[in-house]
């Protein structure tokens, strides 16, 4: 654990600090405090002083409290915050290795889930194991209980063992099997007298290799120093011998079973195909795995990514003239559209939920605005598609939101759930719902735009800024257009500057100025909703006068 360092407690800006001067105010104190190295770190120093207390951690002093009969108060104050700071340090540094033991035990397994045959296994093993514990040779061994035989599996270092008296000397392996016991040895003279180990050996640890409370074989570390071996070391040693043993007993079995390996094998191959178009491979690789089949409950990354929620526009009033069965086949047909585009731009299905679409694009908004256009482009293409059939033509709305995104297995051990969870989500679904107040069909967040490398190359409004239901902040949205038709794009672009100054004049409550602009923008564009709607805003502001402490941002009441 790192010393605690008295100066960064102390710091200027520190919640420390402030306290301690406020109790020093109080008390009207004459004190000041100094480190180790006699430097003033709070305080005025004071040529005479009737007190002085020490600043300790651990029995040893970093500090000093010096000054008149408030002293050892302060002092008191001063050495609480110190534990504090101690036993933070320490649950960090318990964390951390906590974080290195999983780890560790996650890479061997890795290594180990590659290794063919059970000597790769135990050579795997042995490597790890001297890698980690000192030692100048080890040994796994195996005892075949029908021979009545021991093998050796791997061997590494200088030669401390002789390995044909192994072979033929069952009796340690036999003590093993029966106690099952994993230990440091502290007295050699039985293996030293049995010539299994030579004389110069001073140190040996070992841990029984272990399936379903039978014991196979064993991990032998030997030292020719007086090493002190740890718990923590035989703790480590433990965790190999359990993982290894079982990977030993599986490759044994392999040549038996080898039939019946392939067949699980094919059986596997397809449950993977099928349940990765039910839970997407991008999700199962953002949490480290490789496949489904890895996954556990409770694992969890955290990541920024950009989210795409996507509506069919009236659904309701759609449905309701479909039967089950057509509502079905249309739902299917239009997310059998739109599930690739997501694809091909760099994102993957979260959901389908009905008739909307929550979509996640792990790399940049640019993707996620790229699909979103491509995705209203297709609309149109289906419109027509429908018109042949002579049905009404859909329209969808479109949300983009970036920010942090916890994705995650949860559930119990019964049943497991891909969830995802974060105000990201919420955000994106809210925007998403804006598109029908703003009359637009795509709408993103400032926090997506400042995700996009060249936002030049997008058609954008800014449209201000809302308060979405429930959030105290407000966040500043954008109209992306370039998902409308040719005449909407060409009229929306000549008419912009006009829609640019009259939603800063609206901004600044400049109100006949931002009338005029937005006048100018229906002029040319008489179909801009979103521009009817601002003027319409203006309007009533004008009419009937602003609200107190207005600033421009929209207060969403609905979800």
């Not at 272990?210 to 030997?222: N, P, T, Y």
């Not at 760099?346 to 694009?361: K, P, R, S, T, W």
């Not at 239901?469 to 672009?493: R, T």
């Not at 409550?509 to 100018?520: H, I, V």
């Amino acid at each position: 654990m790192s010393k605690v360092n008295l100066k960064n407690i102390l710091a200027k800006k520190s919640n420390a600090s402030a306290l301690i001067s406020s109790l020093i105010e109080e008390l009207n104190a004459d004190v000041f405090i100094e480190d180790d190295g006699q430097k003033i770190l709070l305080g005025k120093f004071l040529e005479t002083t009737s007190y002085q207390q020490a600043v300790e951690i651990d029995n040893e002093i970093i500090g000093w409290v010096k000054g008149d009969d408030k002293t050892q108060l302060i002092a008191s104050l001063v050495n609480i915050l110190v534990q504090k700071e101690a036993e933070k340090k320490k649950l960090g540094t318990e964390v951390l290795t906590l974080y290195q033991e999983v780890n560790l035990i996650f890479n061997f397994s890795e290594k180990l889930a590659q290794a063919i045959g059970h000597k790769a296994i135990a050579e795997i093993t042995l490597g790890e194991a001297t890698r980690l514990i000192k030692s100048d040779n080890g040994i796994i061994v195996l005892w075949d209980e029908q021979s009545n035989q021991i093998e050796v599996l791997a061997s590494s270092g200088n030669s401390v063992f002789d390995e044909e008296r192994f072979k033929k000397n069952v009796e340690l392996l036999l003590f093993i099997s029966h106690s099952g016991l994993s230990e440091i040895v502290g007295d050699l003279s039985a293996l030293k007298n049995a010539g299994l180990i030579i004389p110069e050996v001073q140190s040996l640890i070992y841990a029984a290799l272990k399936v379903k409370h039978r014991v196979m074989g064993a991990i032998i570390l030997a030292n020719t120093e007086a090493v002190q071996y740890s718990a923590a070391d035989l703790k480590f040693l433990i965790t190999l011998a359990l993982q290894s043993s079982s990977a030993i007993e599986s490759a044994l079995l392999y040549e038996r079973n080898i039939r019946e390996a392939k067949e699980k094998e094919e059986a596997m191959r397809r449950i993977y195909e099928i349940t990765n178009k039910f839970v997407p491979h991008e999700f199962i690789q953002s949490l480290g795995r490789n496949v489904i089949t890895d996954v556990q409950l409770g694992d969890q990354v955290e990541k920024i990514v950009t989210v795409l929620f996507s509506d069919i526009r009236d659904y309701t009033t759609l449905s309701e003239k479909m039967t089950p069965e057509e509502n079905f086949a249309f739902v299917s047909s239009f997310n059998e559209r739109m599930g690739p585009i997501i694809r091909q731009h760099g994102g993957f299905v979260n959901q389908y939920l009905g008739d909307a679409i929550m979509a996640i694009f792990p790399h940049s908004a640019a993707d996620a605005l790229g699909a979103a256009i491509k995705m209203q482009k297709e609309v149109r293409e289906f419109n027509l598609r429908r018109a042949l059939l002579n049905r009404a033509p859909i329209k969808i709305g479109v949300g983009l939101h970036t920010g942090p995104l916890i994705m995650g297995i949860t559930g119990d051990h019964e049943r497991l759930d891909a969830t995802t969870i974060a105000d990201t989500v919420n955000t994106a679904s809210r925007l998403e719902s804006l598109t029908k107040y703003f009359k637009g069909n795509i709408l993103l967040s400032e926090a997506s735009l400042k995700n996009i490398d060249e936002p030049e190359n997008f058609h954008l409004r800014h449209l201000g800024s809302v308060q979405l239901k429930g959030k105290m902040e407000s966040i500043s949205i954008y109209e992306c257009f370039n998902g409308s038709d040719e005449k909407d794009i060409e009229k929306k672009l000549a008419s912009l500057s006009f829609f640019r100054e009259g939603m800063s004049d609206y901004l600044n409550k400049s109100f006949p100025e931002a009338y005029n602009k937005f006048n100018r923008v229906i002029e040319i564009h008489p179909e801009d909703m979103t521009a009817k709607l601002f003027l319409n805003n203006v309007d009533h502001y004008m009419n009937n006068g602003i609200p107190e402490n207005w600033t421009g941002v929209e207060e969403m009441h609905n979800k």
